[in-house]
Every structure is written in structure tokens, then in C-alpha cells.
């Protein structure tokens, strides 16, 4: 194994002798810092619609290129976040940025529509419906604009501690989605109990669909239940036409993955978006939209 030294002056070892534990401590000041300087970055995933790959929104993913390291993925650091106290911290970098590219968006025709992954722990916070409503009011974008997902884990069989600040986030106008659907275990009567307007299936089951009749199952079970629950259906990770196939028989009518588009940086996120929207120049120079 090779020691590096962090820019905290931290010796640690890599190559498999340190723990992951281990690594989130020491992880923990430099992502503090990489908040402070505002070094977390943003990237958008394209939600469309499977009939005609229509934007219906995107989902902010957050990224961090630590200096030493490089690349860290999101679940190490959202975890070290979690663990360290800096969740609230990077939520909020992160719906910022949200809402900062939605006042950015340059189709007044067809605003952007933005989701933000919350973790189990800001749903403890009594104060996170006022903190996101101001930030709702500082960017001026109406709250209908703004989904919130949360991981199915977080909303297991009578967990009844996030409702109240469900609840509120809900009264404010923000749509609830429950993310990974298919792999935590929530009674129906809790789902109802809810106040989520989505289900996203989780991309393990959408990955395997095409091979795995066992994830065939998982996925349409779950397309059947947000149905006649009356909630949207979304499929994440659809990689290939066999997928997006699958999904368009079983009625799913939104999905999110490689197959459309990787997460982006904004301005890729724009040139993607003016590339799948026809537009024709109008007679004094500006651009109309076509579809
Ligand atoms: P998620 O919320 O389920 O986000 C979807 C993940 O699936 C993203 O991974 C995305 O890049 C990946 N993905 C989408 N389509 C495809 C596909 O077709 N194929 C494959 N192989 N992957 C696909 P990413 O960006 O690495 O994020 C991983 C997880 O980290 C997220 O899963 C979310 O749980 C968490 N995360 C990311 N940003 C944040 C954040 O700001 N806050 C919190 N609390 N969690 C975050
Ligand atoms: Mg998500
Ligand atoms: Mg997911
Ligand atoms: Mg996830």
C-alpha cells in the first residue's frame, strides 16, 4: 500500500489496508473544507419521458475531485457527511446550485424542473422545511419545481419520525419521490401514508430487467403499484432500447439513464437539452421552439 498525506497533513493508507471507515475520518476535515470553498460541484441527469425523450427534470448529483485522491464517489462522501455532521452543509450546496441553474435555464417556454437527494437524517431536523422554504424564496422558484427523493430505506415498516417534516415540505409545495424503490421494505399502509407523489425504481432491478426475470418482476410490480397508488413511476438507470422497450410496455412513462444522458455538467446539460429541441430562428434572430 502507498501513504499519501492529505492536504490536512494526514497520513493515510490506501490499496485495500484501510478500512473504509478509516478513510471517511479522514475524509471528514477535507470535505469541510472542500465545502468552505465551495469545491463541491454539481452534475444534472436528464429525466425524460420514454414515449418521445422530453425533459421532465433533472437530478442534481453532487461531485467532488478531492486534490489528492481524485474522483470520490457520492456514496463515500454523502456518508462521511452523514456521519460528520456536514450533511445540512451539502444539501444545501447542492440545492443552491439547483436553484441557481433553474433561474439560469434559457427556456422561459419550459422551465427546469430540479430533484435533490435528501438524506434520512435532515428529515430529524425540525428547522429543514424553513431553511428550504427560504431558499425556495432567495432563488425565487416556485416550490413545484423542486422534488426531494428519499432512498426507500429511510421509510421503512412504522418509521413514523420523518412524517411530520414530510409533511411540511409537502404543505410548501415540494414533490416527494421515494428513490431505490424495491430495496427497503415499506408496508403498504405506510406507502399510503406518505405524501410522495413518485416511486423511482431502483437501477439494480432496471439493470438486470433484460437478463433477470426475478428484476422483470421487481420493476413491473413496482410500475403496477405507483399506478394504483396514482403515483408517477420513474425507472433510473436505463442503459439499452431492450430496457426502455421493456419499461414502455409496462406503462412506466419516465426514466433516467445512460441511455439518454449521463450526469452533466450545466452547460453540457444545455447543449444537450438545445440538441433534442427542435428550434427555428424567428425572422428577427431569436430562436423559437418547435417541440
Ligand atoms: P441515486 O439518487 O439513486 O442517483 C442515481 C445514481 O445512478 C447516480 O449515481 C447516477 O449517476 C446513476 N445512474 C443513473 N443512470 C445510470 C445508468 O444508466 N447506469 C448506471 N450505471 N448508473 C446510472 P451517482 O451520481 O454516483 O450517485 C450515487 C448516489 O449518491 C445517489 O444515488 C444518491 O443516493 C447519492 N447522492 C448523490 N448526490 C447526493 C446529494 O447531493 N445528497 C445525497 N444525500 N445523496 C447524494
Ligand atoms: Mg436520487
Ligand atoms: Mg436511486
Ligand atoms: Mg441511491
Same mark, same amino acid.
Given at each position: 500500500?502507498?501513504?499519501r498525506?492529505?492536504?490536512?497533513?494526514?497520513q493515510r493508507? #490506501?490499496?485495500? @489496508?484501510?478500512s473504509?471507515?478509516?478513510r471517511?475520518?479522514?475524509l471528514?476535515?477535507?470535505l469541510r473544507?472542500?465545502?468552505?470553498?465551495d469545491e463541491i460541484e454539481?452534475y444534472?441527469?436528464?429525466?425524460v419521458?420514454l414515449a418521445d425523450?422530453?425533459?421532465?427534470?433533472?437530478?442534481?448529483?453532487?461531485r467532488?475531485? #478531492?486534490?489528492v485522491?481524485?474522483?470520490v464517489?457520492p456514496e463515500?462522501f454523502?456518508?462521511?457527511?452523514?456521519?460528520?455532521?456536514?450533511?445540512?452543509?451539502?444539501?444545501?450546496?447542492?440545492l443552491?446550485?439547483? @436553484?441557481?441553474?433553474?433561474?439560469?435555464?434559457p427556456?422561459?417556454d419550459?422551465?427546469?424542473?430540479?430533484a435533490v437527494?435528501?438524506s434520512?437524517r435532515?428529515?430529524?431536523?425540525?428547522e429543514?422545511p424553513?431553511?428550504?422554504?427560504?431558499?425556495l424564496e #432567495?432563488?425565487? +422558484?416556485a416550490?413545484?419545481r +423542486?422534488?426531494f427523493?428519499i432512498?426507500?430505506?429511510?421509510?421503512?415498516?412504522?418509521n413514523?419520525r420523518p412524517?411530520?417534516v414530510?409533511r411540511?415540505?409537502?404543505?410548501?409545495?415540494?414533490?416527494?419521490s421515494?428513490?431505490?424503490?424495491?430495496?427497503g421494505?415499506?408496508s403498504?399502509?405506510?406507502l399510503?401514508? @406518505?405524501?410522495?407523489v413518485?416511486l423511482?425504481?431502483d437501477?439494480?432491478?432496471v439493470?438486470g430487467m433484460a437478463t433477470d426475470?426475478g428484476?422483470l418482476a421487481?420493476?413491473?410490480a413496482a410500475?403496477?403499484?405507483a399506478r394504483?397508488f396514482?403515483?408517477?413511476?420513474v425507472a433510473?438507470g436505463?442503459?439499452?432500447?431492450l430496457a426502455?422497450?421493456l419499461?414502455?410496455?409496462?406503462?412506466?412513462e419516465?426514466?433516467q439513464?445512460f441511455l439518454?444522458?449521463?450526469?452533466?455538467?450545466?452547460?453540457?446539460?444545455e447543449a444537450?437539452y438545445w440538441?433534442q429541441?427542435?428550434v427555428?430562428?424567428t425572422p428577427?434572430?431569436?430562436f423559437?421552439?418547435l417541440?
Open positions: 500500500a502507498t501513504a498525506t492529505s492536504p490536512s497533513g494526514v493508507f #490506501h490499496a485495500g @489496508l484501510e473504509r471507515v478509516t471517511r475520518l479522514g471528514a476535515d477535507d473544507q472542500a465545502l468552505e470553498r454539481v444534472f441527469q436528464p429525466k419521458t425523450r422530453r425533459l421532465v427534470g433533472v437530478e442534481c448529483l453532487a467532488w475531485e #478531492h486534490p485522491l481524485g474522483t464517489s463515500d454523502v456518508a462521511v457527511a452523514e456521519n460528520t455532521g456536514q450533511i445540512g452543509a451539502l444539501t444545501e450546496a447542492v443552491r446550485a439547483g @436553484l441557481q441553474r433553474c433561474r439560469d435555464w427556456d422561459a419550459d422551465p427546469l424542473s430540479i437527494n435528501i434520512a435532515l428529515l430529524d431536523e425540525p429543514f424553513a431553511q428550504v422554504k427560504a431558499l #432567495h432563488y425565487g +422558484v416550490a413545484g +423542486v422534488t427523493e432512498g426507500q430505506p429511510a421509510l421503512t415498516v412504522e413514523e412524517l411530520p414530510l411540511r415540505l409537502r404543505d410548501l409545495g415540494v414533490r416527494i421515494v428513490d431505490d424503490f424495491g430495496v421494505a415499506s403498504f399502509g405506510y399510503r401514508q @406518505l405524501p410522495i413518485e423511482k425504481v437501477r439494480r432491478f439493470q426475470p428484476d421487481v420493476v413491473r410500475v403496477m403499484l394504483q396514482g403515483l408517477g413511476a433510473e436505463v442503459e439499452s432500447e426502455l422497450d419499461l414502455t410496455d409496462m406503462g412506466c419516465i426514466g439513464g439518454f444522458s449521463r450526469p452533466l455538467p450545466y452547460e453540457r446539460l444537450w440538441a429541441t427542435e427555428e430562428a428577427s434572430g431569436e423559437r421552439r417541440r
